[in-house]
């Protein structure tokens, strides 16, 4: 089977493949017991089941050291975020203040030595020896959340792909490296699924982010619309827009598609977890089109039951899903 690429792609996978070569000093967590370092994972897991229940419930579908370590990286992704996203933008806000801060976070998050007295930083530097999770993806992570402090429009999906590689992407391959994975050939499935699942949050947030400052949808295909700023200014529902979303959500749906067969690139234990949080993600934009596609007065989701009801089926798919090629698995 060959996997399909397109050309706002190629970047991102030289990032990828840049960051997978690159060397990296194995962080040392200092030696405490085993009750302190499970009182870290369980501070993550609550963290994790406050920010995002979707992940959550995603996450739990894992074998338990997996599980924890994957909310352990969940948690150190939220801290990163917050430190940006939780000051909203303004004319006065102080975004040297900000970036020092981040910076302060990376050297601490990113230390060959860990501070055991940081229950985030603590469970994540265990998470993070233990399953050899490259350095380089954290710190391209940490680089893409900082493009909040500087970007806030982006003119064509080439750079808001550039964008949900950096915050989104960067997740999905060092998830991949704690489920396990068939080699190389893993990463192009893994950065396409992280695209997908970035852009189901920002067709979701439009209006939210809009509130903010932001504005992430790209300017050259609203204008294809005729649409502008002043349309989502005022959210506005016609048909220039629902076209627009139309079109939004085809491609994001084309991009889960072509993602899905790298599940079966991953170890087994990890498919059935993975293929949930894409197919709640998915859930996501039906409920979008349900509402007819109105994200600015309202905030779309799948509920519980909704999550529960689809479950059964994202199972039998994880265990039937092809694999688009053959190997061992790395671990």
């Given amino acids: 089977m060959t996997l399909k690429s397109h050309s706002w792609e190629h970047p991102l996978l030289s990032l990828a493949h840049e960051a997978w070569h690159s060397a990296s ?7 405490q017991s085993e009750a302190e370092l499970a009182q870290a994972y369980t501070h993550c897991e609550a963290l994790t089941s406050v920010h995002s229940r979707s992940f959550h419930m995603a996450s ?3 074998p338990p050291a997996k599980r924890r370590a994957a909310r352990a990286l969940y948690a150190f992704c939220r801290v990163t975020d917050d430190i940006v996203d939780e000051i909203p933008i303004s004319a006065t806000r102080d975004v040297d203040a900000i970036r020092s801060s981040l910076e302060d976070w990376r050297r601490q998050a990113l230390s060959p030595n860990a501070q055991i007295d940081d229950p985030v930083i603590a469970a994540w530097t265990d998470a993070r020896a233990r399953y050899h999770i490259p350095q380089r993806y954290a710190e391209q992570l940490i680089a893409g959340v900082a493009h909040d402090l500087v970007y806030r429009r982006y003119q064509s999906f080439e750079e808001l792909s550039a964008y949900c ?6 997740v999905g391959l060092m998830s991949m490296c704690i489920i396990g994975f068939a ?3 893993a990463i192009p499935y893994a950065v396409k699924l992280g695209v997908a699942l970035q852009m189901t949050n920002i067709l979701r947030d439009v209006g939210e982010d809009w509130q903010s400052g932001r504005l992430y949808l790209p300017l050259e295909e609203l204008a294809e619309y005729g649409l502008g700023e002043e349309d989502i200014n005022v959210g506005r529902v016609d048909d220039r827009w629902r076209a627009f979303m139309r079109f939004q959500i085809a491609r994001n749906r084309q991009i889960y598609e072509e993602a899905w067969s790298g599940i079966a690139l991953l170890n087994p234990d990890g498919r059935f977890s993975i293929a949930a949080a894409a197919d709640l993600y998915l859930g996501i934009l039906e409920d979008i089109e349900a509402h007819d596609y109105d994200v600015f007065s309202r905030r779309s989701f799948v509920s519980t039951w909704g999550k529960l009801r689809r479950l059964p089926g994202i199972w039998w798919r994880s265990r039937r899903v092809q694999s688009p090629q053959h190997g061992g698995y790395k671990r």
Avoid: M, R
């Fill in 25 to 31: 000093t194995p962080p040392n967590l200092p030696i």
């Fill in 165 to 170: 590689y950096g915050v989104a992407s960067t």
């Fill in 183 to 185: 080699g190389q050939q």
């Fill in 60 to 62: 739990h579908l894992l």
